[in-house]
């Protein structure tokens, strides 16, 4: 029987709205180019993103508090 796959590890929180100044997405913090790419990124690269995304998303919601729910 063959193993099954790895799942990948992924910031994405269902809230894909894109924040039209940065041009990042308000739910999980990375751009069009990083959510199209994702999967086929090596784990050093989604780390790399992954650990930029809570500065990313802070900043996002200082510029733009009425974007976010909560």
């Given at each position: 029987m063959p193993e099954s796959p790895v799942p990948?590890?992924?910031?994405?929180?269902?809230?894909?709205?894109?924040?039209?100044?940065?041009s990042l997405c308000i739910g999980c913090g990375r751009s069009l180019q990083e959510?199209?790419?994702?999967?086929?990124?090596s784990a050093q690269r989604r780390d790399a993103v992954m650990a930029?995304?809570?500065?990313r998303l802070?900043?996002?919601?200082?510029?733009?508090?009425d974007a976010f729910a909560d």
């Open positions: 990948i590890p992924s910031p994405c929180i269902k809230v894909c709205v894109v924040d039209p100044i940065s959510i199209g790419g994702w999967v086929g990124f930029a995304l809570p500065e802070a900043r996002l919601r200082a510029q733009n508090p």
